[in-house]
């Protein structure tokens, strides 16, 4: 079973900044978070992991509590093509650890 | 442009087939991966492979089998032992297999005529 709990959906307007909690309350010191999104019919797209700083990219911002237990995902200034399946996922290191998918949170973005 | 490579998009295989689909990755990874995904479901691992000439089973080997003879592909052949092949398959690369992310190409679609 996924070990993190999402919002099932979320709305967001056209360049206004999309916010994505994610719940992973019984994270192990030696696990990641890691954010994936998957638009219908395609493979998933990786967007950004962290352990226990902030993180940033030219995709997107991470930004994981003090005590690990939860996180956010920030697109600063959503687009339409951001409208996908966001995936929240915490794996560990090591051989063969597969993502584990839950149900994530499907985000519209409308104009 | 560097990336993974599957193909065919779209797979149909009669009833007592095995059927090959393919995965190429131009990326230099060490590490990969495939997955299965049903509709409505998240992934589950079918098989990955850390280095060249070795792989080891995921949670859902049974009905499947792979080969790992150069560092850029990963093929996966789907048997006739598979009672359930109807899904979409994905495969997957990462650098190595630490917290290195996994990145995936676009799936391969199978059917059952």
């Known amino acids: 079973d996924a070990k993190t709990t999402q919002p099932t959906s979320m709305d967001c307007a056209e360049g206004r900044a999309a916010n994505l909690p994610c719940n992973h309350s019984?994270?192990?010191?030696?696990?990641?978070v890691y954010w994936y999104r998957q638009i219908h019919s395609q493979g998933p797209q990786y967007i950004i992991h962290?352990?226990?700083n902030n993180e940033t990219n030219e995709m997107a911002s991470l930004i994981i509590t003090e005590d690990r237990k939860s996180s956010t995902l920030i697109l600063p200034h959503a687009t339409l093509r951001d409208t996908a399946v966001y995936y929240c996922?915490?794996?560990?290191?090591?051989?063969?650890?597969?993502?584990?998918f839950g149900k994530g949170t499907t985000l519209s973005v409308s104009s | 442009d560097g990336g993974i490579t599957q193909s065919p998009k779209y797979l149909f295989r009669k009833e007592g087939q095995n059927v090959t689909l393919s995965c190429e990755q131009n990326?230099?990874?060490?590490?990969m991966y495939w997955y299965r995904q049903d509709p409505g479901q998240g992934l589950r691992l079918i098989y990955y492979?850390?280095?060249?000439?070795?792989?080891q089973k995921g949670d859902i080997a049974e009905g499947y089998s792979v080969s790992r003879e150069k560092k850029e592909s990963f093929p996966l052949t789907v048997t006739s032992a598979q009672k359930n092949p109807t899904a979409f398959y994905l495969c997957?690369?990462?650098?190595?297999?630490?917290?290195?992310?996994?990145?995936f190409g676009d799936g391969t679609r199978l059917s059952i005529l």
């Open positions: 997957a690369s990462s650098k190595d297999t630490s917290n290195q992310p996994q990145h």
């Open positions: 019984t994270i192990s010191g030696n696990e990641y």
């Open positions: 962290g352990l226990k």
């Open positions: 996922i915490v794996r560990p290191l090591g051989a063969g650890t597969a993502l584990i």
């Open positions: 990326l230099n990874h060490d590490a």
């Open positions: 492979s850390q280095i060249v000439n070795d792989f």
